[in-house]
């Protein structure tokens, strides 16, 4: 606690402050004279170390400590966002305000700045910055190219190289005056900054952005601890997969409480110690869009911990659940460039979504603010820091208020660091950290003219900086009377001579007061160059002495005849009210603007394939309502319960004549829908990872499934490790969030594999070392794993039943384990990929031996072989129709494989793997008709109710029994001709496509992306930089896909 | 049926050799063994002929002798005299089509795509018009009877990689060696038109890179061409095999096939050929439905790839790939339809009729796979359709070939040989029925 004398006037202190701007028009006596001192004692927090000498280091030459008051008189000041108070006066002293507000007092001996007609405002602050950080250095991997499987970090630390939360940037801080310079001359004064680097990063300082020593410098330690989905500079393989950057933070959440339980017990861990520690600290979570920013928050939910979340800037397009989830967040103003789209083939590589988020990213703030999302705002991610100002003026244009603005640079930052009693306000007691402009702060003529960091003095543009800009009338000797023109930005205006001005461009230096014009002339008294140098006399008036091209000495006086009327060039491409397009769910094509709503349908006179005995009914008519099916039947109409229901007044009726209608079709091996990555296949053994982390809410596919008929896709972990992730069973509700397209309550399943992916067979000659590298290790790696998650079953099992005492030390827990765990407890299903007999065989029998079955598996294109074992086992089969010859394992894949299989009786499905054929399964499904003489309607459920049964959700889908969801396709053919097209698709009784919506949808988009274009080429008429076109191929997973392509 | 009532007593007479040729069929190898010339001359009577020109006939009469097509017509309308037929084919209630025709396949060069030992498509360097495709073509290539046995009878062979990736040749699908097999030997350059789009990935080049690297590419080729050119003007003091290679694309003997898919890759490929004087043909052609009077101006024709794909772009209409086809019929671009790849390739068939779903008429569909792959091919004159004439290399299905519902060949000709339609998978499926006592 440090206590320290501030001299001020107290009892009168703040008399006239509002909650809003107030201009008084009677005037307002600042008493410079009355010695009227009092005392007073100001209590600091002790964390906050503003120091104003440097009282350890030695000091060469003579001491020169001062305690010099300043105060700063006639000013507008805006003490906190929203009391902002003109004729104002603020006392500053040791980098401390002392008083701020009208009728305060001016110690004798203070320097005293007349701000007349200036104003004042608290800096900002940037709690997302790098400043003073070092560079994150770029992962290097193994030099002979095989896979780093362990950290890279020696020491006692966590396992993996990217959870660094021992990382505390107060030990990396040094200052750096150029940065510095350029973040005060935006305005801001106080930074947070941290090591962007991997995915626990560490703790971040708060630093001021002041040229002193660091010492000074420095305002809190420890500020924050700083996450992200990122492992940065880590070499390490795990993760290499949003899904595994997750896994790797719940687990090690989980590790650090068992530490906590635990400590040095088991282990020494300097991250989890360091993890822990981190705990009480704000918690900032960098995210990379809004699925993200979604992701971190339901971690946070998950651990108690309500994250601070560093946005993407297109917060606003999930922006109901992102105000559910209750997160603050720190924003970024890194608008989009407009794209070079003069070239049509050129504009066909930018995609409608990014067109609309280039016209609607500065609506986000607003957005944010009308959603009452608690945010601050940073200058993170702006590729040219100086857009950072102009930016938040399109924000404000767009709908932001300039109070909301002002607090989510001031006082919001300050409130997520528990730091609102000592900066971003300028009230007694607190840092004197401000910013002297010459206007309205987000004014588009305003000019920040000093920054003062902890009471240091900063010049931006500079106090006395002259008005430069307007009309004079520039009197040379011996030469006609001419004209000079000023205008343009306040500091470096542009100047034109003459009465054309626009045709004679004058060179302008000036120093100081000092300045020189150049320019030339053309008329008939006199031609050529002139030179002029000279000193500005007072505002309006210059004058000097000169020399023409010809050598001749010369004299001049130059006089403001008129001011400088700045023309209103406003941002006028990305303004609210010239914005026709609107939000769209998700924000790109085929988005629907409204979610279809749940209606009650007739479907009247089709040909219905009902998956149930009834078999296909021929002119029969269902009814839909509330999502379900309610009755199948010929001419519904005429039926009592038809009537009863009431439904002749609600119901919509499409004409069924000559169509055919049958369940949604069901995929049971779908890569759809995944953010970054598929495969976690850095390890054996990855359980712990779940698809439903990762679904990607926003990918086209899910729309091009539902034009093919596809309602339920099954997400799956890819084939590169023997036992993968968690998958995720998702219903394609097109334009919902991720979390509400998530088939509700089914049974929970995991991808195994087996074969040369496991084996990594095709990877090339480096990856050889992580084990396993044949099938003999495949059957190892299940056996050991099923071993250890029934050991650790027992374990926790033996803990469960001890009490008090006894229950100390817990064991671990372990997300891999876990998920083993509930295989073995029959409350997981395996669904594997598979090729060959042997394998197959192979892990019935570890499954016997463990006690649980394999519930499907997938591919499985040798099944043929072990049919009969299969049918023994109780294993379901989901194969391909005819894939073959793409690697030796499948070389004798045959596309009667799903006829046998069927006529074995073993319950089996086609599935895709792959985004293309997931569009057109009722075409694969007809192949098992011509490889194998499937009935039709056998055939169809290999791809509607075979897959229900095995996702266990044949009681919700599959077939059209009443009851049941209704999920639905209405065809042109019947379903399994090569000619049948989807003219509807209903998930749970809504039209999620539709073919007559379709073709307005397709027209729509071609009208909104021509209206953009226009926008764009304006924009860029307007001087707004732009960016290329570039390509960016569709991220479209297979099981096979490594990485984050 | 109608047909058959007329003239019961000539029908009894051959009944034994059409039990022969059925039996045939019935009988599976893991290798087929190549057919035999055509020795008895063979009526297929009273199917719908599917002509492959666009026409049919409903109760049709198709006879061929020693390979050769000498009948096709109208059964209620034509004499037709029986005693030149030793083999009387009932087709009542199917339907006969002319074989398919594959073109841009790497059919032959290719076994297991996993396996490098097993691939032979991509020549290391970047320039090499002089390598032949037909001299990898693997006529024992366990994925051929899979293709065949699904209608596909002639291929183009086409290496891939590289700017100028070699020579094509096209084969048919029933011989004991690559000399066997040739139908049109060394009928086109094959030219992957450097990449316009710049991408915007990891680990992309910076964009100006790119784009340098584009020009550079383009140049070297300009250089290429113009070289080739001029050697193939005047004798050459010493031989050039590469420069020979390229010497039919001037003298109008082969045909330049550029493979590029973006507008502007069509563009100044085809623009490229133009400059040079060359016949070219683009294939993949994604975006050729954009430049379709540029096309036409040019009179070039497109090998389009699968109809089963997926839009290129996240704002195409979602079945743009199904109705590429028809979008190029309706302006008038002569196209045909391709599957490339190679165990992919029997399901050529199926990616013509899905384009049937979306705008072409079935006999137009069967004819992007037919006579229209064929006059690209330049091998109209003796395939692709059922006429007079020309080769008898057709197929017998008891249903649509285009629908996999119902596409079941149960006959196959290559100039008259009656082709084995047994594979290694129908082999397998017999082995494993037998095992398990299905039917």
């Keep these: 606690m440090r206590v320290r004398e501030v001299r001020g006037a107290v009892n009168n202190y703040n008399p006239y402050l509002h909650t809003e701007i107030s201009y008084f028009r009677f005037p307002v006596l600042i008493l410079m004279q009355i010695p009227r001192i009092s005392f007073l004692l100001l209590l600091l927090p002790a964390a906050v170390s503003i120091s104003f000498a440097q009282q350890t280091f030695p000091v060469n030459g003579v001491h020169d400590e001062r305690h010099t008051v300043f105060a700063f008189v006639n000013a507008t000041i805006a003490v906190d966002y929203k009391t902002i108070t003109d004729s104002a006066s603020m006392t500053v002293r040791d980098g401390i305000i002392l008083e701020a507000g009208r009728s305060i007092s001016i110690p004798p001996g203070a320097v005293v700045i007349d701000l007349k007609g200036k104003y004042i405002y608290p800096s900002f602050i940037d709690l997302y910055s790098d400043y003073g950080m070092p560079e994150v250095k770029k992962p290097v991997p193994p030099a002979d190219g095989s896979p780093q499987l362990l950290s890279g970090t020696r020491g006692a630390y966590g396992w993996n190289q990217a959870i660094k939360p021992e990382t505390d940037a107060i030990n990396l801080f040094t200052a750096d005056p150029k940065k510095a310079d350029e973040l005060r001359k935006l305005g801001f004064g106080t930074v947070m900054t941290h090591y962007k680097d991997g995915i626990a990063r560490g703790t971040a300082v708060l630093a001021a952005l002041s040229d002193e020593k660091e010492n000074t410098s420095v305002m809190k330690d420890r500020a924050a601890a700083c996450y992200s989905f990122d492992k940065g500079s880590s070499a390490q393989e795990y993760p290499s997969s949003l899904m595994g950057v997750i896994a790797l933070i719940r687990q090690t959440h989980l590790d650090a409480q068992w530490y906590k339980g635990n400590a040095g017990k088991e282990e020494y861990n300097i991250s989890l110690d360091a993890w822990n520690k981190n705990a009480v600290l704000p918690q900032v979570f960098e995210t990379g869009d809004k699925l993200s920013a979604l992701r971190a928050a339901k971690i946070g939910k998950e651990f108690g911990v309500k994250y601070i979340i560093k946005g993407a800037g297109d917060e606003y397009q999930r922006l109901a659940e992102l105000q559910a989830a209750g997160n603050s967040f720190i924003i970024p103003l890194s608008f989009p460039a407009p794209y070079d789209v003069e070239d049509p083939y050129d504009a066909l590589q930018v995609p409608l979504g990014d067109m609309k988020h280039w016209e609607m990213a500065p609506l986000n703030p607003a957005a944010m603010e009308k959603a009452r999302i608690p945010f601050a705002l940073t200058a993170a991610d702006l590729k040219d820091k100086k857009d950072f100002l102009k930016n938040i003026r399109k924000a404000i244009e767009n709908g932001l208020s300039e109070q909301q603005a002002l607090r989510a640079l001031t006082v919001t930052p300050a409130e997520m660091l528990n730091l609102s009693g000592t900066i971003g306000s300028l009230k007694n007691g607190m840092t004197a950290s401000f910013i002297i402009t010459s206007g309205k702060i987000f004014d588009a003529d305003n000019v920040i003219l000093e920054n003062w960091v902890q009471g240091k003095r900063y010049s931006a543009a500079g106090l006395d900086a002259p008005e430069l800009r307007g009309s004079y009338e520039l009197q040379v000797k011996n030469l006609p009377l001419l004209k000079l023109r000023a205008a343009g930005d306040f500091l470096n205006p542009s100047f034109f001579a003459g009465e054309d001005t626009a045709k004679n461009p004058v060179t302008f230096s000036r120093m100081g007061n000092l300045i020189s014009l150049q320019f030339e002339i053309k008329k008939s008294s006199f031609s050529g160059q002139v030179r002029l140098s000279g000193y500005i006399e007072k505002d309006g008036l210059w004058k000097g002495e000169g020399e023409t091209g010809a050598g001749e000495k010369i004299s001049w006086t130059a006089r403001r005849t008129a001011p400088y009327i700045p023309v209103a060039k406003k941002d006028t491409a990305r303004k609210e009210k010239d914005i026709a397009g609107t939000l769209s769910f998700p924000n790109k094509a085929f988005g629907w603007k409204e979610i279809p709503p749940q209606e009650t349908v007739l479907i009247k006179n089709a040909t219905v394939w009902t998956n149930e005995k009834e078999g296909v009914l021929r002119n029969s008519d269902v009814l839909v309502s509330g999502g379900k099916i309610k009755m199948i039947g010929p001419g519904l109409e005429a039926s009592p319960e038809y009537k009863s229901g009431g439904y002749a007044l609600t119901a919509k009726v499409i004409d069924g004549t000559g169509l055919h209608l049958t369940p949604g079709i069901i995929d049971e091996h779908s890569h759809i829908a995944i953010s970054r990555g598929v495969n976690e296949g850095t390890q054996a053994v990855t359980s712990e990872v779940r698809i439903g982390d990762v679904v990607n809410s926003d990918d086209i596919n899910i729309y091009r499934q539902l034009a093919g008929g596809v309602t339920t896709s099954h997400l799956l972990h890819g084939s590169a490790n023997p036992i993968g992730g968690q998958t995720q069973l998702i219903k394609l509700r097109w334009g919902f969030s991720p979390e509400k397209m998530k088939f509700e309550d089914a049974d929970g399943f995991i991808k195994f594999a087996l074969g040369e992916n496991v084996k990594q067979a095709n990877w090339g000659d480096k990856n050889v070392i992580r084990f396993p590298q044949t099938r003999m290790g495949v059957e190892q790696v299940y056996m050991d794993a099923f071993t250890r998650a029934r050991e650790y079953r027992m374990a926790w099992d033996k803990y469960n039943s001890l009490s008090g005492k006894g229950r100390n030390p817990s064991p671990r827990k372990d997300l891999e384990l876990e998920a083993l765990s509930e295989i073995l407890a029959g409350k997981r299903f395996i669904t594997c990929h598979s090729y060959v007999q042997s394998e197959i065989n192979m892990l019935m029998h570890v499954a016997d031996s463990f006690g649980f079955r394999v519930n499907t598996f997938t591919h499985i294109l040798e099944g043929y072989k072990v049919a009969g074992k299969l049918k023994q086992h109780g294993a379901a089969a989901s194969t391909f129709s005819d894939w073959w010859a793409y690697k030796y394992e499948v070389m004798e894949a045959i596309p009667y494989n799903g006829a046998i299989l069927h006529n074995m009786g073993i319950v089996t499905g086609f599935n895709s793997d792959d985004a293309e054929m997931g569009r057109r399964l009722n075409q694969e499904a007809a192949k098992a008709v011509k490889y194998g003489n499937v009935p039709e309607e056998e055939a169809l459920k290999f791809v509607t109710l075979n897959p229900a049964v095995m996702l266990h959700v044949d009681d919700r889908v599959g077939s059209i029994r009443k009851g049941k969801d209704a999920d639905l396709v209405l065809w042109s053919h019947d379903p399994l001709s090569v000619y049948a097209r989807v003219l509807k698709t209903f998930v749970d009784g809504r039209v999620f496509f539709d073919s007559d919506k379709d073709a307005i949808a397709r027209e729509e988009i071609r009208r909104e992306k021509a209206r953009i274009i226009r926008k764009m080429i304006e924009a860029k008429k307007n001087g707004e930089k732009t960016q290329k076109p570039l390509f960016i191929p569709d991220d479209l997973y297979h099981c096979e896909t490594l990485g984050q392509p | ?439």
């Design chain 2, 1 to 439: 049926m109608k047909n058959l009532f007329k003239q019961p007593a000539s029908c009894s007479l051959l009944l034994p050799a059409a039990i022969l040729l059925l039996f045939c069929t019935a009988v599976f190898s893991q290798q087929p063994v190549p057919a035999k010339p055509q020795a008895k001359n063979i009526l297929i009577m009273n199917a719908t002929a599917h002509l492959g020109n666009g026409h049919t006939i409903e109760n049709s009469v198709i006879g061929f002798e020693n390979g050769k097509l000498i009948l096709v017509g109208d059964a209620t309308m034509v004499r037709i005299d029986k005693s030149k037929y030793e083999v009387v084919i009932n087709g009542y209630g199917k339907h006969v089509y002319p074989g398919i025709i594959a073109a841009n396949t790497i059919l032959g060069l290719s076994e297991i795509e996993l396996v490098r030992s097993t691939l032979d498509f991509t020549e290391t360097g970047t320039i090499n018009p002089d390598v032949r495709a037909l001299i990898a073509y693997n006529t024992d290539s366990k994925v051929i009877p899979t293709v065949r046995s699904n209608g596909v009878l002639l291929a183009q062979i086409v290496p891939q990689g590289g700017m100028i990736s070699g020579t094509s040749s096209v084969v048919t699908l029933d011989a004991w060696n690559w000399e066997d097999a040739a139908y049109f030997p060394d009928e086109g350059v094959h030219l992957n038109w450097p990449s316009l789009i710049i991408y915007r990935r990891q680990g992309a080049e910076a964009d100006d890179n790119q784009k340098e690297l584009i020009e550079k590419n383009i140049s070297r080729l300009r250089d290429f061409f113009t070289e080739a050119k001029a050697y193939a003007a005047a004798p050459a003091p010493a031989e050039n095999l590469r420069f020979e290679a390229m010497k039919g694309l001037f003298a109008g003997t082969k045909k330049l096939y550029l493979h590029a898919g973006y507008a502007k890759e069509i563009i100044s490929a085809v623009n490229f050929a133009k400059e040079f004087g060359v016949q070219a043909v683009i294939v993949g052609g994604r975006d050729s439905w954009m430049l379709t009077d540029f096309l036409k101006e040019n009179k070039v024709p497109v090998i389009l790839g699968r109809t089963h794909a997926l839009p290129g772009r996240e704002d195409e209409d979602t079945d743009l790939p199904y109705k590429l086809p028809f979008l190029l019929r309706q302006a008038g671009v002569p196209f045909c339809v391709s599957v490339d790849g190679y165990w992919q390739v029997r399901n050529l068939a199926f990616n013509a009729g899905t384009a049937a779903g979306y705008g072409l008429s079935k006999e137009e569909a069967l004819m992007s796979v037919t006579l229209d792959a064929a006059k690209i091919l330049g091998i109209d004159k003796t395939a692709g359709s059922l006429e007079e004439g020309k080769e008898a290399t057709l197929i017998l299905s008891s249903g649509d070939i285009l629908n996999m519902e119902s596409c079941n060949i149960e006959y196959a000709f290559i100039n008259g040989r009656q082709i084995d339609l047994g594979s290694i998978q129908a082999e397998l499926y017999r082995k494993y029925k037998e095992r398990y006592g299905l039917k």
